[in-house]
């Protein structure tokens, strides 16, 4: 075994007949967490998971009966929240920043 095979092995827990192995990320909750925090993974899921919504409220969206305000509220309602799920503890660089309001730019235009 390796040192690092050891190392991890070490970090796994019993408890009674159940045990606890540890893993180099989980997803919970939509927020992946590693032992390296990424803004920009975070970001770049949000962004992915908004592009999705967006597809799937496409048809509202390219409909000739709804008014422009409208189309806006439902981008407003429905789709950036997916986007900015969890968004209260993130440390955003400029980058990330940026991402961002491109894509809510690009939403809202459409």
Request: proline letters at 1%; aromatic letters at 10%; charged letters at 30%.
């Amino acid at each position: 075994m390796s040192g690092d095979q050891k190392e991890r092995r070490s970090h796994s827990m019993k408890n009674d007949n159940s045990s606890i192995e540890r893993v180099e990320e989980f997803k919970y909750l939509r927020t992946t967490s590693t032992n390296k925090y990424s803004i920009q993974e975070e970001t770049k899921s949000g962004v992915k998971l908004g592009n999705a919504c967006y597809y799937a409220v496409q048809i509202l969206l390219s409909s000739f009966l709804l008014s422009k305000n409208l189309k806006i509220k439902i981008n407003i309602i429905i789709i950036l929240p997916v986007v900015m799920y969890g968004y209260e503890t993130w440390s955003l660089t400029l980058r990330e920043e940026r991402r961002l309001r491109v894509f809510e730019n690009r939403v809202l235009r459409k």
